[in-house]
């Protein structure tokens, strides 16, 4: 669905076919393809696909792709092409050098023209190009222009000699712009060959006279539009030769042919629609250029054409060039509008005074529309007082020349529409003096701005007006950087000669018009304001600023060097700057300024230096200095000096304080990742390089954490962070949670998470995390949960003992067997108590002889025994047992459920020395009388909301409470009990309650959302019946079960404070020239009225750009939208919350980045104005300064795992809350003392001397390692602990960093992993575990034995693979119809099935599958016994049967009671009995009265002395039976007996034949 078509249909094969081949094509490169938006649009965009192997669970490769969108790189890339392209195929030469002369750039056109391959040009000086009088000193007319900006050569088209390849010197025409770009200049030059031209001038044509010679293009065309003649005027226009072009169609020359006329396309139509008329339309040359032409056609008729008439047409056209005419028009069109948008204002009236122009900054400085006052006398915007003299004094001049006010510069009155009169700087000229007119417009600029002579206006050799600097005038001038390119007033000035006068009406050259500029002097003013307002800044800046002369005198001492140095500024004023510095730099300050006096030479000056300073007592301090040298006159003796000076001494300890935490953080081995507010990772140490494999921790910082993610969670993250900031609803901070993490090669791994957040004030929050790969312990706990479910789920009773026969667990399908309730019935309980007394009583001597002679009677063997259930029966049970192979570490310290109970005093402890090693055994068991199936429950846990640090409250659907959490009871002012059960309007103001029954119906009854699902603000009333100002957000629970009622649950964020804080912020700046701190002033409506040069530097707009916008411009969006209401609250209410204060900021650059500013404001008052300055300080180096320091130390303080810190005197000096935790002592407990107090005595004694020899000799054991020892609580408790020694120096001294973790629940994991394991390893009965989509993820050994194959072979396969093919086939099926419907025939059941080994032998298999979600996903355990020696079994129990049934002796059964239980068919035909009436009865129905009665005792007493008559008789034995009719017959008797696994009798068989 992303892809367009054409691919989207093939996509499908290319996985399919790198499923099964696993070629890569695309996967694991980069390509650029073709994307699909939703909109239908498709985009360029750069891929990169990875192959996420399978997982454990569902064996499934996962593919992700890395997408950007390449549109704006291929628009550059194509534009890039198209302007390298453009140049190549220029018909005329172009090359580029840059400064130095070095050949930039040589077209194809400069190639052909010089001779040379341009790669053999390219690098080189371009002087190679020039004769050698010309080469030889082209460098220094580069040099000469690089320092005075001279030019002489720049902009203007030059007649020039040229030297080719072969040395011949020809002319050329040559034109050279100059581009700046990144304060590096670069030269191109447009080159013509003149050879040609000059030729051309004199050549006459071939030919016809009259055609040939004439100036014009001409050719003739059949009526097709084949040229069948052409002249040499139009070869030489088109580019072509005559040979070239003859034969060719016209539309070659004349693409438009086809696009106009009646028929689009048809030659023939766009020549008819051509001829008769002039027609102006485009050409195109040869080389592909288009040029303008105004075209006429004739058309030529044959009268002698009989046939055919309208082939005999021809036709002749005529095409002149007008390129050079449309040019001018457009020009004079676009100088005609430089007059409209000329920023200053223009009226042109004519000798009478009526006006003739009226520019667009004129109407709006006067208010009118154009045609209110065109064709109107000038004097209607002038005040009644002028305007009645206003012709006199046209028609005087008129008469007598004399000026008073035309050439001058004259201040007089303007009154706009509405009356309103102005103050007007004028400066009036007479155009019929075209080449004069703008010579003074220079006194004018010159009065108007406060710029220097670099923005000066001169004449140049043709009295046109020019500037160097191509903007314009000066800077704050009506006539300035926005009036427009000075050109376009020449180009008006051409105009006028060109047309005979101005352009607003056919004038004779003779006539006089009057040309008015002018500007609103209303601001002139302000130049004063100026003074007094850079005087209040210099005294209200936060900065020490102090100005001394050439000789080093102090002549300014502001407020802020006062409070820095401690000296009244009439202490300082008049004396020598040296008094301010420390004697060593002072003694040898004189010496410096003398030397800057002679030779100009700046060393310091300009720049930014650190050094000291001394105060008025002495003390001395860091300070960084910046000094500014102010010219204020020619002669560089008066000049003076501004210094600027900044305290550093914090920030110098703060980067040595910091020394010893970024150590601590580098060597952690837990990760820690430090981010900012944005996301930006601002920390990343080198463990966290290590788990997240990233060689270095630049490839992070400065990143955005996302990086560290799994997608699906990287493009939610920004949000999160944007709603924390926002709510300050901690969800994440200040927990431990699991999470998903992704390594620098895509690879994702389990990860246990805890977030602090590090606050300081008024700095953006930096959030310190430690991370803990869960890869290992996830395996261990995934491996033991399955193993888990393998005992929990299966159907074979299992039971684990220990050496002394003790019941250490056992699984759930053991109670039952033995007719217990409970698992803890018999754990802890020696397993003899399952046992018959006779075997009970011999069984711990048993385990014992075992232990000590290793010899196997009963292990590694599978035998019947008889086993005991607790209402004191017997039944028989098939029993397996196997010895543990568990390591001996591990087995000492296993916990098992009995430990609780009868083993806790066997289990080692701390302190009492070393324990017997432990054995376990584990006894599968099976019922041969009867089986049972094992039921699970699942349980569903309710989510905790109680402990909710938002207010929260849920309501059923009619609105009545049914939770009201503390934060509630806390905001809203009631308590639970008053709340629940009640309906929520009680929280809502009454407007909103009224309406909000009626709200919950309508939901109910359309579904339609309103307010669900969304974030509103709303009002909300407490118990005191304040209305407040709160945000909510609502949420529908629905039934779990879909079939019950919805409720509704709501969080509740107070807006009050927030809505405050809104009103109370403001940001206020002002501005100073010089100062190396940027400042801005702004007036009470927030318009930027200063803006200083550090400001351009530090925000990066030129102060044009700024001055007169509203400082807004620099603040992020969510400041600037509500900047103004923040002027206007404090224009109203005069409450002071930022002026006067010092606060860290965020602001903006120009070009979007965000900037990070320590801001004072301060309030000043000029003219009755207010005013404010803000000085904006660059806060980033100290802010990262800083916040490494702080994240460091939180490291530390904050670190999960123990730290400690001891010296070389091996004492603690640091000892964080994790140690404390771990081993129990407080950090004054600790401090000072020896770090051997931490360990046994067998170690603490030896301790100190593995230091001393270290030092002594350098070499560790120790150091660097991750090593594995004992330690030891306060308590007195001995744990195992992970421990990593560091070693840093610090000032001289050695210190070591150790972390030490315990690791005892570890090791304990990893034991139950290893004994879980071998129970799985040792499992009787085969099992396969299988995932939702049938991969197997368990093979056990027994099922490797049974199938054939090795684990190896089938993990990560599906499980049809052990299937016949035609159940194979089915089985995807079977599990996707299962997994939607639910729907169980298999699962919970036992049912006999064929399966199919490796070499492919079915064999019959009894299956047992159930169902256990683990982690949310579905898997599938299936428990096989094999049933082949089953049906091998049955088939001969079969045939037993029919041998029994047809043997001709009646046969029949007994057990030891003398119950039949067999009677045969022989028997049913001697008897007479029908086999229901005798199976379960006595035998003796069958003997005769007498003999029946003494039966059951005979029966007796050989049960009870064994000793033999009937049984087992070498030969049959006459008796006497009884049929149904109570006929009496002699019959011979055999009698056999079975025997138990006791050896004691349970069945009896009677062969008998009648005599």
Known sequence: MLMPEEFAARHDSYLATYLRTHEKHIIDTNRRVTGLRKSGDVFPMDISVKEVKASEFDGMSTFLGYIRDATEDLELHRASLVNETVTNLAPIPIIGIDPIGKILKFNAAASKLWGYDHKKVLGQNVKMLMPDNVASVHDRYLDQYAKTGKRRLIGAERILEAKKADGSIFPVKGLIREIKRDNINTFIGYVVDYSSERQQAGLKGLGDAVVENHPVAILNMDYVGVLTKVNRSLCFEFGYNERDILGQNIVQLLPVILTCGSKQGDILSGIEWLAGKVRRIQGRRKSGELLQLEVTIEEVKDADAITEPEKAKSFVGYLRNITQEVTMESRQAINMACLDISPVPIVVSDATGTI??????????????????????????????????????????????????????????????????????????????????????????RRSTTSSSDNQMYLDSDEELNSPNPIGVGVGSPFGPNSGNNNSNSATTQQMKDRGGFPAGNVARDSRYFIAYMRNAARDGEAQEVIERNALISELSPIPLIQIDLYGTVLMFNKAAEEEFGYAREEVHGRNVRMLMPDDIAKHHDQYVANYRKTRVRKVIGSLTRTKAKRKNGELFAVELMIDEVIVDEDPDQNTYIGYIRNVTEEQRLSKANQLSSVVSDLSPTPLVAINARGIVVNFNEAACRTFKYSSSSQVINHNVKMLMPDEVAIVHDGYLTAYAKTGEKHIIDSTRQITAKRSDGTLFPAELAVKEITHQGQESTFLSYIRDLTFNMQIAHTKRVTDVVQSLSTVPMIIIDHLGIIQDLNRATPPMFGYLDELDLIGSN??????????????????????????????????????????????????????????????????????????????????????ARKFFIAYL???????EMERNLSINTAITRGSAVPLIIINKNGIVQQFVPAAEQFFGYREEDVIGKNVKMLMPDDVAFHHDSYLSEYHRTKIKKVLDTTRLVHAKKANGTIVPVSITIREIPSKSGIGESDFIGYVLDQSKAHAVEMALATTVAVREMLPVAIISINDKGMVREFNREAEKFFGYNRVEVMGQNVNILMTHDVARVHDAYLEAYRRTLVRHIIGSTRSVVGKHKDGTELYIELQVSEFIVDHQRCFVGFANDRRAGMELEQSNRINNAMISLATHPIITIDSLNNINHFNPAAEKQFGYNFEEVFGQNVKMLMPSQIAEMHDSYIARYKSTGQSRVINQLRHVTALRKNGDQFKAEITVRRIDHDGQMLFVAYCRDISRELESRSNSIFASAISALMPDPFVAINSEGIVLVFSHAACQLFEYNQADVIGCNVSMLMPPEVAI????????????????????????????????????????????????????????????????????????????????????????????????TAETLFQFDRQLVIGKNVNILMPALTARRHDQYLLNYLRTGVKRIVDAQNPREVTAEKKNGDTFAAYLSVRQLLDTEGKPSMFIGFIRPV
């Open 356 to 445: 003739v122009q009226f520019s667009i900054a004129a109407r709006k400085l006067w208010k009118y529309d154009l045609n209110e006052v065109l064709g109107k006398n000038v004097s209607m915007l002038m005040p009644e007082h002028i305007r009645v003299h206003h012709n006199d004094f046209i028609h005087r001049y008129n008469q007598t020349g004399i000026k008073k006010m035309i050439d001058n510069v004259t201040i007089s009155e303007g009154q706009d529409k509405y009356g309103n009169p102005f103050p007007l700087e004028i400066c009036i000229k007479d155009i019929t003096r075209p080449s004069k007119h703008f010579a003074d417009m220079r006194l004018l600029a």
């Open 831 to 916: 397993v003899s108590i399952l046992m018959t007394d006779a075997v009970g009583r011999h069984h711990d001597n048993y385990i014992n002889q075992y232990l000590k002679t290793k010899q196997k009677h009963v292990i590694d063997t599978t035998r019947p025994v008889i086993a005991l259930r607790r209402d004191g029966s017997t039944f028989t049970a098939e029993l397996s047992v196997r010895e543990l192979d568990v390591p001996e570490d591990f087995a000492n310290m296993r916990g098992t459920r009995a430990d609780s109970r009868s083993l806790s005093s066997t289990l080692p402890t701390p302190n009492s020395g070393p324990q017997k």
């Open 926 to 932: 099976r019922n041969m009388d009867a089986r049972f």
């Open 1370 to 1465: 089915e089985h995807n099926s079977f599990l996707k119809r299962y997994s939607q419907t639910r729907e169980k025939h298999i699962i919970g059941k036992k049912r006999r099935v064929v399966a199919k080994t490796k070499s492919k032998k079915l064999i019959d298999v009894e299956l047992h599958i159930n169902e256990k979600i683990i982690e949310g996903k579905r898997f599938y355990f299936g428990y096989i016994r094999d049933c082949t020696h089953d049906s091998e079994l049955a088939l001969q129990t079969e045939i037993g049967e029919a041998l029994v049934e047809f043997n001709p002796h009646a046969i029949i059964t007994i057990d030891t009671s003398g119950t039949i239980t067999r009677f045969n068919a």
